[in-house]
């Protein structure tokens, strides 16, 4: 039987693996059917219900090249059905317009337990640092093509 | 009941969490009254005594205008009320004085359980790379600001 | 008594500390004998058994001035002695001709417990991105001495 703490963990990497992953189906499962997703200054969005949740975040996705995210040991708090956690995090990527994107932040949560597994009841993200410089390398589908060009 | 191992990763997560939001009374409660904070070069530090210690990391938090700590995956060893642990992190942040900070590094742990929970005892810092080039992004509270400068 | 999901983090923490010391004889002990390790492309490598994993990840090592591994909070799924797991993680390093590293990746892995401790059965690494420009910081070894050039 896995504790509670593991299975917050799980759940907070599984939305990371998500992301990195592009894999709408996973996403959606991890939140209350009344989830709410928020991001702070200086890209504000407040969206609320699962279904919402995951379309805005694919669309967000959308108009990144690539995206990496990552988050640190965490800080998580049981109260019985309810739990909060608190876990410094890093994104990095590429907007489409060619934009660099990399952070500093951390996800301020509240955890819902549903059927027995956890879920995210709310995710605020809060942004400590951010660059929109463009990034020096590339993501990794990109890399061969580039060594062909420089080559030739 | 948090599992030992559990406990710990709070605990050093706990730590981050402080220095993300620059809170001494959360960071001065983390170590043992005796505990032991070391930082190896080039910035060496040996300070004992958990006020001491607060009191020292809050000045040194001063001299920066913003600073973000994140913990990786660690190694956790369990002896009785005792134990040890090695975690890789990271930390990103600007000087007052303009100068970046970015490192790689290591803190390698002694813990000691008293009155149930679990302490630092010591913390020693190893850093493994260490830049202070200006970094390409801003805190986020400058981040408006300079888009209205960009702007105008 | 440690969880089995505790134990997979540790048994992945020490991955990336036996990288970070360059210590061959605890790398080694953390694959089965028959471990396959698997890097995709733009630097493929597939290796198999654990004498052959260690002689190949110190050689590949030597090639670096210095390397930082680190992984951010994973997906671990146990079924019964055999588990999977999914780490996003990060490195670091400068290359010994002068070429930085830097990336953004994950260790897709299989366990197996053997003798009551879990082994990395299979790991196979996909890079998401990744940057070979030169790193703007030094590794700490070599700060003392850049910091007496420039001032000298």
Known sequence: MISDENAIQDLVARFDDAANRRDIAEFRKLWTRDGVWEIGDPMPLHVAGADTIATTWLA???????????????????????????????????????RGYDNRASYDDIYRRVDDAWHFQRRHYTYLWLSNDKLCGAPVRLVEAEQQESIS
């Open 60 to 98: 967000a996705l959308a108009d990144t090249d690539w995206l990496f995210r990552g988050s640190f040991a965490g800080v998580v708090l049981i109260d019985s059905d309810k739990a909060t956690g608190l876990w410094p995090c890093v994104e990095t990527g590429t907007f489409a317009d060619g």
